[in-house]
């Protein structure tokens, strides 16, 4: 007997999602992070001039106050800083520091080895697939 949950896509992107990130958590654990400060850490990077802790909160789908709670633990490790907007100087951009950088190249690598095995199951040509179905859901307008 198959359970009435199988074809409910929302349960099951829920369930996936929940296994990939304990499974994510688990093999970033080791150098202090989590998927919410990995993913934090992952943008301060990827924006050379910083980012707004607004725009963290908008990319991640996060309360402006659990941003700032993220940036405080990585800033209290050294790993990002606040610097004022040269734009408006109310805003603080969260700017990914040389450490920072350089312990994101670590969680990289092991935070793919741990969606490699939990979609292991999966082929490379099927978790690219589901990777490009998943962007357009998250980046739908609607």
């Known amino acids: 007997m198959t359970s009435p949950l199988a074809d409910d896509v929302g349960f099951l ?34 924006h050379a ?6 725009d963290l909160a908008a990319a991640l789908g996060l309360d402006p106050s659990q941003v700032v709670a993220l940036v405080d633990d990585l800033a209290g490790r050294g790993l990002v800083r606040r610097a004022p907007s040269p734009a408006d100087r109310r805003t603080k951009l969260v700017v990914a520091t040389a450490p920072g950088r350089e312990l994101r190249e670590r969680a990289a690598g092991l935070a793919a080895d741990a969606g490699r095995r939990r979609l292991g199951r999966l082929s490379g040509a099927e978790r690219a697939t589901l990777r490009d179905l998943l962007a357009r859901v998250v980046t ?3």
């Open 140 to 142: 739908d307008p609607a």
């Open 13 to 46: 992107l829920s369930r996936a999602s929940g296994l990939v990130v304990r499974a994510t958590n688990e093999a970033l654990a080791g150098i202090g992070l989590r998927v919410r400060s990995y993913s934090v850490l992952v943008l301060a990077c990827d």
């Open 49 to 54: 001039d910083g980012i707004s802790q607004r």
